[in-house]
């Protein structure tokens, strides 16, 4: 298996199976990101797609001293802004759409209810501050990498993050509460 | 440490607590089971949080990837003039700052040059200057002293007028600059 560093040379040479193959390894990071920034798969797997082709035309200025991961995760992030955007009304969280679960016969409906919840609670943060969380809780970015992702100073990072976070332990309580009991 | 710096808990939780930070913290909450259950708490959220999982009707990632390479242009990136471009792009506000200085260097040179053949009484102005022939034109009756400092004041005074215009183009350059690299930073990456 090839390493990162000799696919992005390749792919800034034109390779497009080296492109390809970046893609492969890092499509899961960025559906994740602009999916539970826009918390529809259909939508977030179409803005993914277009922040790869992003990437693609803008792979020559790509230098290697930030990690390939948080550049796309920039990339990504503009893209899924763009996209709540133009979509407002994916914003209003109670029409979206529900998520298939996936079954397992430990999975009880309390759980599935309790996912849908965190979910929504997730969605309902403002953009800006849901980001933040998402770049720190879910893909485990430093502060330093969120606000060069994010190209935001780094007591703003930690502004929204205290924010997220204190939005979310209000809205999760009940859940936060049956977790210690 | 005896306050509860919720903020000081989330930087721990975060590792984002350096040097003797952290251990002032780590001192502290050995001794406080506030800090203690904030933290508790954060690593609850956390846990919590990872039920907010991809749905499982999902594009394999193989699916994807090949999906996004169907949509690539069919033109290649072209990185040799691309980034002959972005170093030119990159350069411009050393290229500006260096236009400035020798701008500058040129209208101090001419104008101490000018000063000093006005006040030397120095015949390198073939042309009246424009306040001269303003005086002229409302009838004023000028002494060559007089003449000579109107002289001076009128082409200097188009010195200065010129050093404007060129510090608002040098200016202008540089602002220019600026929002396309704002844009740039906001709208590409």
Same mark, same amino acid.
């Given at each position: 298996m090839q390493d990162e560093l000799t696919l992005i040379a390749q792919a800034q040479h034109g390779d497009r199976e080296s492109f390809g193959e970046l893609v492969r390894r890092n499509q899961e990071g960025v559906v994740s990101l602009v999916y539970r920034m826009c918390g529809d798969i259909e939508l977030a797997e179409d803005a993914a797609q277009e922040a790869f082709l992003r990437a693609w035309q803008n792979?020559? @200025? $790509?230098? #290697?001293? %930030? #990690?390939f991961r948080n550049w796309l995760y920039r990339i990504a992030a503009n893209v899924a802004l763009d996209v709540l955007r133009r979509e407002r %009304?994916?914003?209003?969280v109670d029409e979206l759409p529900l998520v298939a679960v996936e079954d397992s016969p430990d999975d009880s409906l309390e759980m599935a209810e309790r996912q849908e919840y965190v979910r929504r609670a997730v969605l309902a943060l403002p953009t800006t501050s849901r980001v933040v969380l998402l770049l720190r =809780? $879910? =893909? @485990?970015?430093s502060y330093k990498e969120i606000a060069d992702v994010l190209n935001i100073p780094l007591g703003t990072v930690m502004s929204r993050l205290n924010y997220a976070r204190s939005k979310l332990r209000e809205a999760l309580a009940p859940y936060l509460q049956v977790e210690v009991e | 440490m005896s306050g509860h710096d919720v903020s000081l808990a989330g930087l721990y939780y975060d590792g984002e607590l350096r040097g003797h930070r952290l251990h002032h913290f780590e001192a502290h909450l050995d001794r406080c089971p506030t800090c203690r259950a904030e933290l508790e708490t954060l690593g609850r959220l956390t846990r919590l949080l990872q039920s907010f999982t991809l749905p499982s009707d999902r594009t394999a990632p193989e699916r994807f990837a090949a999906r996004v390479r169907l949509r690539l242009p069919k033109s290649q990136p072209q990185p040799a003039w691309r980034s002959l471009l972005r170093g030119l792009w990159q350069a411009t506000p050393a290229l500006l700052f260096g236009a400035l200085a020798f701008g500058q260097a040129v209208f101090a040179i001419s104008g101490i040059a000018l000063l000093m053949s006005g006040l030397t009484g120095g015949?390198?102005?073939?042309h009246d200057s424009w306040l001269v022939r303003l005086a002229l034109f409302a009838g004023a009756v000028l002494d060559s002293s007089a003449r000579a400092v109107l002289q001076l004041v009128g082409t200097l005074s188009w010195y200065v007028l010129l050093n404007l215009v060129f510090l608002s183009v040098i200016a202008l350059l540089y602002w220019g600059w600026l929002a396309s690299w704002w844009a740039y930073r906001r709208a590409v990456l």
């Open positions: 792979l020559s @200025g $790509y230098q #290697p001293k %930030a #990690p %009304a994916t914003v209003d =809780e $879910y =893909e @485990g970015l | 015949t390198t102005l073939l």
